[in-house]
């Protein structure tokens, strides 16, 4: 089975859980939203109740001092109490339509009320506002009968309250206990189903991580192995899937790579003969062209003419520069295929001992910077550096005094020396053409040069991981920079 297909399988398992996950939170967060909008619609209705409650009485109340005084004033608390019933009344049964028996209940009231309004409270207050008849002891008796039946009623409609609130508070208790068991049942099963889903997510992620990570670090041992020089190892997958393909390509690339070495360590000890056989080969000739100049000078003594002479010297300097090109020629070839031996090396005694070396002509000043540092690595390829920056700042100088100064800085990985001289300087157009094997900007003739000393110092810093580069205008002398590791 493919890894893609597997890993599309447990991520399509982890997602149609949690959506089995999500579709039980809905189910379950609906009721307890029903439970809750029923509870709030509970207190409202409770809310209405005891409005109702007080505007009854306020009708009551209204109607008993009226009659007791027949002062209008009395009735204010009545008139407002009736014209507000009737929009609490319906408001109120607008929150029964789950509740058949409660919206009974409220209809019975509404019927009492209306009842006790028309039977009794507004017939009271129209004997009251009549005088005939007050002083007949039928009025009286009539009045009496009439408030006698209005208390009787009014107790019944209190009676009715008391009924409708008990029964809306014993629905509103269970209608809670039912809000909580269902917030409890959502935190359970939520709880439950997250954390299978966790479990089998981890499981699945830890399944596939083991799967990938014990393969690759097979792979990333082969890379290692073959970054070691051993081309020979291979992985063993017998899996079917992409990193199968991934494993066979890298056994394919190593065994590739060990034989693209082996083909070039061939070629390397082919081309070390061959440069040898050519140094030889070619070394010989020029010096038995040299031996013969020097016979013809001898033999011919005084008698060789003068232009002769300068002939023959010509052809030695030739000869000369002909033998230091091979020479260069083949220190370029062999830098980094040669194993060269790493040690402490003090930078300051190394440039005093190359200024010795090369002995500067007189009026040549050569400054060291003193606190230079001391460093691991190759010592003949550092001095070889110094030497050519250095020999070439007095070879191309063009006045019989010099300044040529040598300074060095230190920064986070590597230290970058510089070496400067007040010459002649170089054209920016040419910055990058001097680094070019055989690449002058003077004739040969005019100054002995092969060509080959800065590619060489370039090549070398380069093998060692740094950089080298020239800051310089025409009439304002040099700057050669270049930095070396600190291993």
């Known amino acids: 089975m493919k890894l893609s297909y597997k890993l599309f399988a447990g991520f399509l398992l982890i997602s149609l859980l949690f959506t089995a996950v999500a579709i039980v939170n809905i189910r379950l967060s609906d009721a307890v939203f029903e439970n809750t909008v029923w509870l709030s619609q509970s207190q409202i209705v409770i809310r209405n109740s005891a409005s109702l409650q007080r505007n009854i009485i306020d009708m009551e109340t209204g109607l008993r001092g009226f009659l007791l005084n ?275 090396v003090d930078v300051n005694m190394l440039l005093s001992e190359i200024v010795d070396m090369l002995t500067p002509p007189p009026g040549f000043n050569i400054e060291v910077q003193n606190n230079m540092p001391i460093l691991h690595t190759t010592r003949i390829q550092l001095q070889q550096v110094f030497s050519n920056l250095i020999n070439n700042a007095i070879k191309y100088h063009d006045k019989s005094e010099g300044l040529v100064k040598v300074s060095c800085q230190e920064m986070d990985n590597f230290y970058e020396f510089s070496v400067s001289d007040n010459g002649p300087g170089i054209d920016p157009d040419y910055h990058e053409r001097i680094f070019v094997i055989f690449q002058t900007l003077q004739e040969r003739d005019a100054v002995e040069s092969t060509g080959v000393g800065l590619t060489i110092v370039k090549k070398i810093v380069e093998w060692q991981g740094g950089s080298i580069g020239v800051i310089s205008q025409l009439g304002q002398g040099a700057t050669f920079t270049f930095t070396w590791p600190k291993k």
């Open 70 to 344: 027949g002062n209008e004033t009395f009735l204010q608390p009545y008139v407002q109490a009736k014209n507000q019933l009737p929009s609490l009344f319906q408001q109120t049964k607008n929150f029964m339509s789950d509740l058949p028996g409660q919206e009974e209940k409220i209809n019975e009231i509404i019927h009492l009320q209306n009842r006790w309004q028309k039977v009794y409270a507004e017939p009271l207050i129209d004997m009251v506002r009549t005088d005939v008849g007050k002083v007949d002891d039928t009025f009286h008796l009539r009045l009496d009968s009439l408030v006698m039946g209005e208390k009787a009623l009014m107790d019944t409609i209190r009676t009715a309250f008391s009924e409708f609130n008990g029964y809306e508070y014993q629905v509103r208790t269970e209608r809670r206990d039912r809000l909580n068991a269902s917030i409890i049942n959502t935190k359970q099963l939520s709880t439950i189903l997250t954390i299978l889903s966790v479990m089998l997510g981890l499981s699945w992620a830890y399944y596939i991580t083991r799967l990938i990570s014990g393969r690759i670090i097979k792979m990333v041992t082969l890379a290692e192995q073959v970054s070691q020089g051993d081309y020979k190892t291979q992985i063993i997958d017998n899996s079917r899937d992409e990193l199968s393909q991934l494993s066979h390509s890298l056994n394919r690339m190593s065994a590739t790579i060990g034989e693209t070495f082996t083909e070039l360590d061939r070629k390397n000890k082919e081309l070390d003969q061959f440069a040898y056989v050519v140094s030889h080969d070619l070394k010989a000739p020029l010096r038995g062209i040299e031996v013969v100049s020097r016979w013809v000078e001898e033999d011919m003594g005084t008698q060789l003419p003068p232009k002769v002479q300068e002939y023959l010297m010509m052809m030695r300097i030739r000869v000369h520069r002909m033998e230091n090109l091979i020479n260069g020629i083949l220190a370029l070839a062999r830098i980094g295929r040669t194993n060269q031996i790493e040690e402490e």
